[in-house]
Nanobody
Framework: RGELVETGGGSAQTGGSLRLSCVAS????????MGWFRQVPGKEREGVAM????????TYAGSVKGRFSISRDDAKNTIYLQMNSLKPEDTAMYYC???????????????????????WGQGIQVTVSA
């Protein structure tokens, strides 16, 4: 079974920046979509930014569009989330996820569907203060 390991995160002030990284390792099947999701206690997990294989597509939550940027290095099986202009409402536990399986890859709008992700990281805390 593969692993997803998130690094980065931590604390920042309003208007600051953070960069998250996620490395997928020990996978033998194809990795299609990868993405970042976040969750606050008492609320449902929401998609933040998702990216298809070979970076052929990206999708963003409306609340982060224009501030966050997702990128992908297929050779390293790594995705990144550059978070700029941070707001207190960005405070959450951030999870890396991957859509892994044999056969054809998926991309585009299907990457926004959490049901398509079958591997999840442990999560990393992001805290933004005023």
């Amino acid at each position: 079974r593969g692993e997803l390991v998130e690094t980065g995160g931590g604390s920042a002030q309003t208007g600051g920046s953070l960069r998250l990284s996620c490395v997928a390792s020990e996978y033998t099947d194809n990795i299609s979509c990868m993405g970042w999701f976040r969750q606050v206690p008492g609320k449902e997990r929401e998609g933040v930014a998702m990216i298809g294989p070979r970076s052929m597509s990206t999708t963003y939550a409306g609340s982060v569009k224009g501030r966050f940027s997702i990128s992908r290095d297929d050779a390293k099986n790594t995705i990144y989330l550059q978070m700029n202009s941070l707001k207190p409402e960005d405070t959450a536990m951030y999870y890396c996820a991957a859509d892994v399986g044999p056969g054809g890859v998926r991309w585009g709008s299907v990457c926004a569907d959490q049901a398509n992700y079958n591997y999840w990281g442990q999560g990393i805390q992001v805290t933004v203060s005023a």
